[in-house]
């Protein structure tokens, strides 16, 4: 037994024996385990243990076993309690979310205070088939078939290659005790329904299932390997500034793989990509999505995403002078004696007897007009920044600047209204120009 962890650590290069790592030690017989195991394995162990208290006298019985079993194996220990009801109730997660949360956060602040590699945790066998069909029932798709990984960044599973049975049966070889947690014994939760009722009942209608359900595990591991050079590749290919040619996507042989990849990360639900997918020949412009931090539109063909941002301000400009606008653009505004002409769509020079203070900067509203400079009447701005071929992002992001009476004077960064620019009888000269905050 203790040979074939040693493999399994040896062919997924999870430990190192130059250096030290913290072992989750709850006081079951898993986590007993991964300690005995690796120390007898010459590995450099020190325990970290957490005190939740949510099942009252047996948490702290775990907590003096663990005590008396590191002191026994002249093992450091490292103790926290947490008061898990609530954290969980002040960030509105469930009881079990709540645990994890905090079991992971202070391991891995421990990991870095203390110089440690990784974190071992003593996920098995077991674990991983449950997690596999948890996975399957909640219609996952190929990296849920492929089980718990040996290696998730620092948190590393050496215990991977046995059973729950190897376990114990290694412990009673050793004579070495271990506490039982109650709640596993429980069928309140779906993992536990499935170890205590739906896994035993596969390998009474099925000899060895659970062996079989790891072996298909590892061929969907394969496969998932090759699936995720060929999703890498493609949105290398496709994606070119946050956009993807729908075009392209439609050649692609999974479009909706392709959707999945590169909009799951950023917070779009399985089945909001399921219906961006299923209507791609009939997306018309404007069509929109959005997720909890991205926004995702239709334009010219193409799908573009950006972050969610915060509506724009308005603000009043009441003289000439220097005003930050939204922390991130400053306007200069500034009056001049004479004509003057600055060519630069990043400035406007507007006659100063026709634009009346106090001015107004503000995001462009449905319905704006404005006559654009050397043009005859006005035109929708929302057309005119349609027809410099601006997407519905950019759109939103445009400001204008207004007078007193609240006509456009100018579109920022694109045309002076005709109405304030500068003629053969202007005397005095407003120049506005905007750039970054730096």
């Keep these: 037994m203790l040979n074939k962890v040693r493999l399994f650590i040896e062919r997924y290069q999870l430990l190192d024996v130059s250096k030290k790592y913290l072992v989750a030690l709850s006081g079951g017989a898993d986590s007993v385990c991964l300690l005995l195991m690796l120390k007898e394995l010459g590995y450099h162990v020190e325990a970290v243990h957490c005190n939740f208290h949510l099942r009252g006298e047996e948490s702290n019985r775990d907590e003096s076993f663990v005590k008396q079993l590191c002191e026994n194996q002249q093992v450091e220990l490292h103790l926290i309690h947490f008061d898990t009801k609530e954290y969980a109730a002040l960030h509105k997660v469930s009881?079990?979310?709540?645990?994890?949360?905090?079991?992971?956060?202070?391991?891995?602040?421990?990991?870095?205070?203390?110089?440690?590699?990784?974190?071992?945790v003593a996920h098995h066998e077991d674990d991983s088939v449950e997690t596999i069909l948890m996975n399957l029932l909640r219609g996952t798709g190929l990296r849920g078939l492929s089980g718990i990984k040996p290696r998730n960044g620092y948190v590393l599973r050496p215990l991977l290659c046995i059973s729950r049975k190897d376990i114990e049966q290694w412990l009673r070889e050793k004579g070495q005790t271990y506490v039982t947690d109650s709640t596993n014994l429980e069928t309140d939760f779906l993992r536990n329904k499935l170890r205590l009722e739906v896994i035993p009942l596969l390998n009474q209608v099925t000899s060895g299932a659970t062996e079989n359900i790891l072996k298909t595990a590892q061929h969907i591991s394969e496969a998932t390997t090759v699936y995720e050079k060929s999703m890498k590749e493609a949105l290398a290919r496709l994606l070119i500034n946050d956009?993807?040619?729908?075009?392209?996507?439609?050649?692609?042989?999974?479009?909706?793989?392709?959707?999945?990849?590169?909009?799951?990360?950023?917070?779009?639900?399985?089945?909001?990509?399921?219906?961006?997918?299923?209507?791609?020949?009939?997306?018309?412009a404007g069509r929109e999505w959005a997720s909890a931090t991205h926004q995702l539109t239709v334009n010219r063909g193409q799908l573009m995403v950006e972050p969610i941002r915060a509506e724009l301000p308005t603000l009043r400009i009441p003289e000439t002078g220097i005003y930050i606008y939204n922390s991130t653009e400053k306007f200069r505004i500034k009056k001049e004696n004479g004509k003057h002409i600055i060519s630069d769509k990043q400035t406007a020079c507007l006659d100063a007897a026709k634009l009346n203070f106090p001015l107004t900067i503000r995001p462009i509203k449905t319905g704006d007009r404005f006559q654009p400079f050397g043009m005859k009447g006005t035109r929708l701005v929302s057309d005119f920044l349609t027809d410099a071929h601006l997407s519905i992002f950019e759109k939103r992001r445009t400001l204008v600047v207004c007078d007193a009476k609240g006509e456009i004077a100018w579109l920022v960064g694109h045309r002076p209204d005709h109405r304030f620019c500068i003629t053969d009888s202007t005397t005095d000269t407003i120049i506005i120009s905007i750039e970054k905050v730096s």
């Design 95 to 120: 009881i079990e979310m709540a645990a994890r949360e905090l079991r992971y956060r202070y391991f891995e602040k421990l990991r870095e205070d203390i110089g440690c590699a990784g974190i071992c």
């Design 243 to 284: 956009s993807i040619s729908i075009d392209s996507l439609m050649k692609e042989p999974s479009p909706e793989s392709v959707l999945y990849e590169w909009l799951s990360p950023l917070g779009f639900s399985s089945v909001t990509i399921e219906n961006i997918s299923a209507s791609l020949r009939d997306l018309h």
